[in-house]
């Protein structure tokens, strides 16, 4: 077995070949096809008349350039899914490339795979958008959180969903469209939503499951180097980013190193009257939050391994990591993923956390 220095480069690096083959450039880029009898969006112009339908409840700060272009994206997207399916289809030509790849619930699918896979769900069950809780974007990647409503036997159930979406601008003719998107973390759909993967989607995904099973957190090192950040990006304020980043990786460390550990330090890190939002919807206080972790590890050890992605931007942080947890009786492990936004507030010369969601 590799020693514990390199499983993080291995992890680094088989995630760049999945990367790599994922991309598929060779097959190069998905261009719009047209279907005359589908009516969907699709304009940079209009982002003032969509933000309205679909509100931020948190405004962030959006700098002009390809982080306008993808709040309007975002916001077209969320306009041509309401539209039915086959606008939303239709539109997946202008936003997604043939290389795009999204992570449905965990699970990776090309691009047709998750097409075939919301076509097949959204006939039992509608989905409607609602408005943003939090849309932060940092330069290439995005962070969302937002309302959904599921039409169940013609009920309405609202939910809220997070993703994590990488863009890139592929230039004047085809824009700014999807790399990789993260929708939701790893759940109870996990099983069904794989048959719509063919057998190299399978065997990518067995493989960085049974990375993660073996993974091993260094025990040396900086916390960056202990655990890493995959996909990086650039901060426009790098001083505060820095301050946000060693916080969230603090609290990956001290939870690892004992749970009473991490209790005592989320008294000194979160605000007195901080409110925590967990997996379930329910908003904790620190003390009922306190409960809410000895019931979650009651059974089991829970390991916070590593960052996809921490994105900072004014005085809000989001980041998606994966974790490991082996249930103490059976000794069975399981590996998963979390997605969490924060809201910092400064108190003299140190930034706490006012606000946290966790799904």
Same mark, same amino acid.
């Given at each position: 077995?590799?020693?514990?220095?390199?499983?993080?480069?291995?992890?680094?690096?088989?995630?760049?070949?999945?990367?790599?083959?994922?991309?598929?450039?060779?097959?190069?880029?998905?261009?719009?096809?047209?279907?005359?009898? /589908?009516?969907?969006?699709?304009?940079?112009?209009?982002?003032?008349?969509?933000?309205? %339908?679909?509100?931020?409840?948190?405004?962030?700060?959006?700098?002009?350039?390809?982080?306008?272009?993808?709040?309007?994206?975002?916001?077209?997207?969320?306009?041509?899914?309401?539209?039915?399916?086959?606008?939303?289809?239709?539109?997946?030509?202008?936003?997604?490339?043939?290389?795009? =790849? *999204?992570? /449905?619930?965990?699970?990776?699918?090309?691009?047709?795979?998750?097409?075939?896979?919301?076509?097949?769900?959204?006939?039992?069950?509608?989905?409607?958008?609602?408005?943003? $809780?939090?849309?932060?974007?940092?330069?290439?990647?995005?962070?969302?959180?937002?309302?959904?409503? $599921?039409?169940?036997?013609?009920?309405?159930?609202?939910?809220?969903?997070?993703?994590?979406?990488?863009?890139?601008?592929?230039?004047?003719?085809?824009?700014?469209? /999807?790399?990789?998107?993260? @929708?939701?973390?790893?759940?109870?759909?996990?099983?069904?939503?794989?048959?719509?993967?063919?057998?190299?989607?399978?065997?990518?995904?067995?493989?960085?499951?049974?990375?993660?099973?073996?993974?091993? /957190?260094?025990?040396?090192?900086?916390?960056?180097?202990?655990?890493?950040?995959?996909?990086?990006?650039?901060?426009?304020?790098?001083?505060?980013? +820095?301050?946000?980043?060693?916080?969230?990786?603090?609290?990956?460390? %001290?939870?690892?190193?004992?749970?009473?550990? !991490?209790?005592?330090? =989320?008294?000194?890190?979160?605000?007195?009257?901080?409110?925590?939002?967990?997996?379930?919807?329910? &908003?904790?206080?620190?003390?009922? *939050?306190?409960?809410?972790?000895?019931?979650?590890?009651?059974?089991?050890?829970?390991?916070?391994?590593?960052? +996809?992605?921490?994105?900072?931007?004014? +005085?809000?942080?989001?980041? $998606?990591?994966?974790?490991?947890? &082996? *249930?103490? &009786?059976? @000794?069975?492990? !399981?590996?998963? +993923?979390?997605?969490?936004?924060?809201?910092?507030? %400064?108190?003299?010369?140190? *930034?706490?956390?006012?606000?946290?969601?966790?799904?």
């Amino acid at each position: 077995m590799p020693s514990k220095k390199t499983l993080p480069l291995i992890i680094v690096i088989a995630l760049v070949v999945i990367l790599i083959i994922t991309l598929g450039l060779v097959f190069g880029l998905k261009k719009s096809e047209e279907n005359d009898d /589908v009516e969907i969006v699709n304009s940079y112009d209009n982002t003032d008349e969509l933000i309205k %339908k679909f509100p931020v409840e948190y405004p962030i700060s959006v700098q002009d350039g390809i982080e306008k272009r993808i709040q309007n994206r975002l916001l077209t997207g969320f306009e041509n899914w309401n539209r039915g399916f086959e606008a939303w289809k239709k539109w997946g030509d202008i936003l997604y490339t043939n290389a795009s =790849i *999204y992570n /449905v619930n965990g699970v990776r699918l090309t691009l047709a795979q998750y097409q075939q896979a919301m076509d097949i769900s959204l006939k039992k069950n509608p989905i409607k958008l609602g408005q943003f $809780h939090i849309m932060l974007i940092c330069v290439n990647y995005t962070a969302i959180f937002y309302d959904d409503i $599921h039409i169940v036997n013609g009920e309405e159930k609202k939910g809220t969903v997070m993703e994590f979406v990488h863009f890139k601008d592929y230039g004047e003719d085809l824009g700014t469209r /999807v790399v990789v998107g993260w @929708g939701g973390t790893k759940g109870d759909s996990f099983d069904s939503m794989r048959k719509f993967q063919d057998e190299q989607g399978k065997m990518l995904q067995d493989e960085l499951t049974q990375l993660l099973m073996n993974y091993q /957190v260094p025990s040396s090192g900086t916390l960056r180097e202990r655990y890493p950040i995959l996909y990086p990006t650039d901060y426009l304020d790098k001083e505060k980013a +820095d301050k946000f980043i060693e916080i969230i990786l603090t609290g990956f460390d %001290k939870w690892n190193s004992d749970i009473d550990n !991490y209790k005592n330090w =989320i008294e000194g890190v979160y605000t007195t009257n901080a409110s925590i939002t967990v997996t379930d919807g329910s &908003e904790k206080s620190i003390k009922t *939050y306190k409960d809410y972790i000895d019931t979650e590890t009651a059974d089991k050890k829970i390991i916070k391994l590593y960052a +996809d992605n921490i994105l900072v931007r004014d +005085d809000w942080a989001a980041t $998606h990591y994966r974790y490991r947890y &082996e *249930y103490l &009786e059976s @000794g069975k492990k !399981y590996v998963g +993923d979390r997605m969490q936004f924060f809201k910092f507030i %400064k108190e003299g010369t140190d *930034y706490k956390i006012e606000k946290t969601w966790i799904k």
